[in-house]
C-alpha cells in the first residue's frame, strides 16, 4: 500500500508491517520521521489466482482481558499529530482562529456554556449534541436512543439556529475570542463500515439517503426500475466499488472528516477520538462545567450516552468485529484504493490499520 506521505510495506507469513510517515516543516526544512510497526499478515498484490486462494488476510485479535488498559494520549501529543497531518497537505493553521471559515452544518455554538462543538456523522455527533443540549439548557435529559433521535429530528429549527455561522450573525465574531473548542474523530475504517451498515445496508427514513442508496445500486448493477430499485441494498463491495469510482462521497456519513473539521481555519482546544470517548467524555464536560459554574444553579450532571453495544471498550464493540470481518473480505487493491481516498484522515491521529490486535485505536503506542 503506497500513498502520500505512507510508505508501507506488505509482506506474507506473519511478518512486519512497517509504516513510515514523513513530514517536512518547511519553515526550519526539519524532517520528521515517525515509524510505527504491527504486527500482521496481508496478501501481497502480486500473486496467482491459485495463491490468492490460500492467502487470506490474517486479523490480529485484541489483547486478552488482562492488558486492555486503555490510555489515551496526551493532548499535546494529538495536537501536535493534527498539525503533522496539516503538513501533509502543505497546510498551516491560521494566526487567529477563523470561525466562519468552517464548513456549514457541522459546527455549533453553545451559547450558555460559550462552547464550540464539531460534530462528525458517524463518531458520535449526536450523543454529544444532546449531552451539550443538556448542559446549554436547550433540552431535559432523556432515558433512550429513540428519544433522543425524535428530539433531534424534530427540533431542525433549534441546531440551524446554533450552527456557527448563524451564532457569528447573532452575537458577533468577538463573541468567540474566549469559547471552549472541541472535536470528537473515528478510525476512518469504523467510520466506513458503521456508515454502511447504518445508512445504505438498511432503509433509512430520510428521502435523501434512500435515493443515494438506490442510485448506488443503479449504477453498480445497471438496474433503472424505479420500484425495483426501491426494495434494493448494495453489498458492501458493490458501495465500496462506488465510492471508488467516485473517489469519495459527499455525502456527510461517508465524507472526509478533515472535509468537516474546522482545520486549518481553527485550532481545537481538544481533540477526542471516539475511542476514548469513555474515559475522556467527563474531562471534556468538566473543563466545560469549570469554566461556566457562575452560570450554573447547580452543578450539572456529566451525562453522555456512550455505546450502543454496552461494550466499553472500543476494539471489543460489534461494530470493530464487523469492520474487521467486511474489511478482511475485501481485495487487497480496494482497500488500498480505499486508504488512500481516505488518507488524510487516518494521518489525523495516526489511526490503526484494521489488522492491528488494538485497532481502531490510533498507533501512538509504539
Request: glycine residues 4%.
Amino acid at each position: 500500500m503506497k500513498a502520500r506521505g505512507y510508505s508501507t510495506q506488505i509482506i506474507t507469513g506473519g511478518a512486519t508491517a512497517i509504516f513510515l510517515l514523513y513530514f517536512m516543516l518547511s519553515s526550519h526544512q526539519t524532517n520528521v520521521k515517525i515509524e510505527l510497526k504491527q504486527e500482521t499478515t496481508v496478501i501481497r498484490h502480486q500473486i496467482s489466482e491459485s495463491e490468492a486462494e490460500s492467502i487470506r488476510i490474517k486479523i490480529t485479535p485484541p489483547p486478552k482481558a488482562a492488558n486492555r488498559v486503555l490510555m489515551p494520549m496526551s493532548q499535546p501529543w494529538a495536537q501536535e499529530q493534527f498539525e503533522k497531518s496539516l503538513h501533509l497537505s502543505n497546510k498551516t493553521y491560521a494566526e487567529h482562529n477563523d470561525w466562519g471559515k468552517c464548513p456549514i452544518h457541522h459546527t455549533l455554538y453553545f451559547d450558555k456554556i460559550k462552547t464550540v462543538f464539531t460534530g462528525i456523522p458517524k463518531a458520535g455527533h449526536s450523543n454529544w449534541w444532546e449531552a451539550l443540549l443538556v448542559a446549554n439548557g436547550n433540552m431535559e435529559i432523556v432515558q433512550t436512543l429513540q428519544e433522543q433521535i425524535q428530539f433531534l429530528s424534530s427540533n431542525q429549527e433549534l441546531l440551524t439556529d446554533i450552527e456557527i455561522q448563524n451564532a457569528i450573525d447573532k452575537f458577533g465574531i468577538k463573541e468567540f475570542e474566549d469559547v471552549f473548542s472541541f472535536a470528537v474523530i473515528r478510525n476512518p475504517w469504523t467510520r466506513l463500515v458503521s456508515g454502511f451498515l447504518n445508512k445504505m445496508a438498511q432503509d433509512d427514513p430520510a428521502v435523501w439517503l434512500r435515493e443515494e442508496r438506490m442510485s448506488v445500486v443503479r449504477e453498480m448493477r445497471g438496474i433503472t426500475d424505479r420500484e425495483q430499485l426501491i426494495n434494493l441494498f448494495p453489498t458492501f463491495p458493490e458501495f465500496t466499488g462506488w465510492l471508488i469510482k467516485h473517489h469519495g462521497s459527499a455525502d456527510p456519513h461517508f465524507k472526509l472528516q478533515t472535509l468537516i473539521l474546522c482545520i486549518p481555519a481553527v485550532k481545537y482546544d481538544f481533540i477526542l477520538p471516539i475511542e476514548y470517548a469513555t474515559i475522556l467524555k467527563d474531562k471534556v464536560l468538566n473543563l466545560i462545567i469549570e469554566r461556566n459554574l457562575d452560570k450554573f444553579s447547580k452543578r450539572p450532571v456529566n451525562f453522555l450516552r456512550m455505546s450502543y453495544d454496552g461494550e466499553q471498550d472500543p476494539r471489543n464493540q460489534r461494530s470493530v468485529s464487523s469492520a474487521k470481518e467486511m474489511l478482511s473480505k475485501l481485495d487487497p487493491e480496494t482497500i488500498e484504493k480505499l486508504y488512500e481516498i481516505y488518507e488524510a484522515d487516518f494521518a489525523l491521529l495516526n489511526y490503526s490499520n484494521f489488522t492491528d490486535s488494538n485497532f481502531p485505536l490510533p498507533l501512538q503506542y509504539y
